[in-house]
């Protein structure tokens, strides 16, 4: 298996450009996770998918944030404008909900740096 | 709001050293998971317990579940400087829902 999948791993970007983060997750699991990680914040859960359906969207910073699942395997973290403050680390992470561990993969993340 | 507290938050300690990291909440998990994670990497998930007293082992890495399924320790005998890293604990309340996370123990093994 290889594993939760995101592109690109590293952005660097300028203020005011939009920002597009990808996720591939686990084939056959049906929940995906966004949450960004920093230093001063630690982990922090942005947004999450049950079955592609946005379940709770009350992380996500602002309304210059969106993410979308259209499908089982495809998940879209969008910034726009960004800004500054965005720069941290974007992970996506999936799990097979209602088994008994429910266990968790993450990607590799996405590192952004917005100047 | 259910809340997980690591301790410590940083530990330096001399390779050869045993440790033991915590994760203690007010809160019933319906099961509690372990990471670690690498600079530059993601979380890479090490150990998942979900019974009251439960016991794991996973090399020199022992996982232990409170019997009240409140809280979880993480021994590592004789560390080793491939240990160091962000140790996270994690806790579930249900199938569907997120998973709470800590907020790190953040671990360096000097050779």
């Known amino acids: 298996d290889a594993g939760v999948i995101q592109s690109p791993r590293h952005e660097v970007t300028e203020m005011g450009q939009e920002v597009t983060l990808r996720c591939k997750p686990i084939s056959g699991h049906n929940s995906l996770f966004w949450y960004r990680q920093t230093m001063m914040r630690g982990l922090e859960l942005l947004i999450y998918f049950n079955n592609n359906v946005p379940i709770d969207d009350s992380g996500m910073p602002e309304d210059r944030f969106s993410a979308k699942m259209p499908n089982a395997s495809f998940s879209t973290l969008k910034i726009q404008p960004s800004e500054p403050r965005d720069s941290a680390v974007y992970f996506c992470a999936s799990r097979l909900a209602g088994g008994l561990y429910n266990e968790q993969f993450f990607g590799p993340g996405t590192r952004l740096t917005v100047l | 709001t259910q809340l997980l507290e690591q301790s410590p938050q940083f530990l330096s300690i001399q390779e050869g050293e045993n440790l033991t990291v915590y994760c203690n909440s007010s809160s019933v998990f319906s099961s509690l998971q372990w990471y670690r994670q690498e600079p530059g990497e993601g979380p890479v998930l090490l150990v998942t317990v979900v019974t009251g007293g439960e016991v794991k082992k996973l090399k020199r890495l022992t996982f232990q579940f409170g019997d009240a399924r409140k809280d979880s320790s993480l021994h590592i005998t004789a560390a080793q400087p491939g240990d160091t890293g962000l140790y996270l604990c994690?806790?579930?309340?249900?199938?569907?829902?997120?998973?709470?996370f800590g907020k790190g123990t953040r671990l360096s093994v000097i050779a």
């Open positions: 994690a806790g579930l309340d249900s199938g569907n829902t997120p998973l709470v």
